[in-house]
Each structure stands twice: as structure tokens, then as C-alpha cells.
């Protein structure tokens, strides 16, 4: 007996103008399963997420969520779906001139239909969750970077997501902010969150993942368990990638 993976990506394609983006990616997720995919800067990671959340439209390929095909679902069912799959970008996109405390209950009440309430004790709790239950009432300009991304990881998991995508979320951040922000990712992980991460930071890529997959040119050129892409990786690009990113 086979179990369908909880997310499943088959023959994506994305092109933009003449700019093949994904040439076929494949993507397998367990639930509960941490996936990272690294690569260099424009190797399609961040497409392949946003096509994962319909964000952006793939030109082919196929997309499932428990099995179900998500890829052409429009209006009601799609918004569904994307409550389903949570994404926190790189930048923060907070609204400045509400609270942190606003930020989170927003989407809970204006598209979940939760009472305020009920809105904000959920609030309140993630919040905590993310070390932060003591700045709901400030605004966030008075936050830090680090303070910021995991508010709006805090406002992704509001939702009650079942998969959580992750598109370079420290790479706006200063060096010292950024330990902050992946030990929240850990500990989602640890608890059993279905999580895809697109990362530079290798070390949380090699730690928590289950699976890795490296990108380059649109295509998945390896995957594999962690310690066999980091210490032997069977591709020579791959080796000529995390020889360059690891070099001390």
C-alpha cells in the first residue's frame, strides 16, 4: 500500500516571456516532512513555491495537495486551498499602520470569518509561540527585522495552515537577527508541521531537513537525505555550488 504524499508537484513548467523558469520539476512532501530546496539566485526555487500556492499560474504540470489536483481550481475552492498552504516571503509585507496584535487577526476575521475574539486569543497564543506576545500592541516599525518575520510567520500559521512554504525568509535579515527566526522554523519542524524551505542558510537546510533538493537552470539537478547531498553529492554541479557557499 502506497501513501500519497501530502503535497506533490509532477512536470511543473513556468516560462515568463522567453525565460523557461521550471522545466519540469518534480517535488515529493510526506506530511510532517521538512524539504529544502537550495540553489543559486534565479535557479527557479522561489517560482516553483509560488506556482505550489497559486500564486503564480504554471504553463504545465500538475499540482496535489492529499491527492487532490489543485492546479486549475478557481474562485471559492482555490481560496480554500490557500488556506491550506501557508507561505511567509522574504519580505515582511506587514500593514504598518496597524498592530502587530491587527496584523495577525486580519486575515482570521476578514476571510475565516472569526469572531474578534476568539481572533485574538488565537492571536495572542502565536504570538507567544514566536517569543513575541509582548509587542501585540506595538506597531511595526518598532520592530526589528527578525521581530518582523516571525510576526508574519505567526499571521501564516493564524490560518491554521497544513503546509508551510517558506521563501527565503532570512535573507532580508541581519546576520544576528536570523538565529531567531530559524529556531521558530525549528521548532515547527519539531512539531510536526509539513514545511518546504527555499534557504541559503545551509546549516539549517543540513540540520532539519528530511529531504534536499538542489535547483539550478529550472531544473532539479539532485535530491536526497541531507548528509548524502552535503558530504557526497553525486552531481558535479551540485558539489561546485556547496563548495563555493561552505568555503570558510
Known sequence: MTHEPK?????????FGPSRVLCGVDLEVPAGAVVSIIGPS?????TLLRCVNRLEEADS??????GACITRLRGKSLDAVRRRIGMVFQQFNLFPHRTVLDNVTLAQR??????PAE???RARALLARVGLQEKADEHPARLSGGQQQRVAIARALAMEPEVMLFDEVTSALDPELVTDV???MRRLAEGGMTMVVV??????ARDVSDDV???DGGVVVERGDPATVFTDPSHERTRRFLDRVLRP
Open 199 to 204: 534557504t541559503h542558510e545551509m546549516s539549517f
Open 110 to 115: 476578514v476571510v475565516s470569518g472569526t469572531p
Open 61 to 66: 504540470g500538475e499540482i496535489f495537495l492529499d
Open 119 to 121: 481572533a485574538a486569543e
Open 7 to 15: 503535497l506533490r508537484v509532477t512536470g511543473l513548467h513556468k516560462s
Open 182 to 184: 530559524l529556531d521558530v
Open 42 to 46: 534565479g535557479s527557479g526555487k522561489s
Open 213 to 215: 533538493l538542489f535547483m
